[in-house]
């Protein structure tokens, strides 16, 4: 149990936890200059986010400066928590990323033997502990 305020910001340490906790979070980026974002399924293994894809369009992400979220709350107590990662991606084959890993059964597995992953070095994170009010009389 945590012991970390509601409406607090989490250290650098509670946010990798947090984010190991979870398998879907979105990858923030920019398309036609507009921001976009999308849910992928990841894992966050030492210092990295490691996103999973069959997409080969994720190729283009190669190099760029991206940003993470993931987040969670609980809908009985209404405390959650949510944290970003920023970072240089890499993109490599399924091969590569599992040689970049002390521990290969954390990196995330893919369905599809031509899989890659686009890989986020977590550069910059931090995150914060939410708690949503209730208004009186608003017992969902």
């Known amino acids: ?3 970390t305020a509601p409406d607090s910001v989490l250290s650098a340490a509670e ?3 947090l984010l190991r906790s979870v398998p879907v979070g979105r990858m923030v980026f920019t398309e036609n200059a507009a921001p976009a974002l999308r849910p992928v399924t990841f894992a966050a293994v030492g210092g990295e986010v490691v996103i999973p894809t069959d997409d080969e369009s994720f190729a283009r992400f190669d ?6 979220e993931a987040g969670d709350i609980d ?8 944290v970003t990662a920023m970072g240089h991606a890499t993109y490599v084959s399924f ?4 040689a970049r890993f002390h ?3 954390a990196v995330p597995w893919s369905i599809h033997p ?6 986020i070095d977590m550069e910059y994170v931090s995150g914060r502990r939410v708690t949503l009010m ?4 608003d017992n969902r």
């Open 103 to 105: 521990d290969r059964n």
């Open 95 to 98: 091969a590569d990323s599992v």
């Open 15 to 17: 946010c990798i936890h």
């Open 1 to 3: 149990m945590t012991t």
């Open 134 to 137: 209730r208004r009186h009389g």
């Open 63 to 68: 190099g760029e400066f991206l940003a993470f």
């Open 114 to 119: 031509g899989d890659r992953h686009l890989i």
């Open 75 to 82: 809908l009985i107590t209404r405390i959650g928590w949510s």
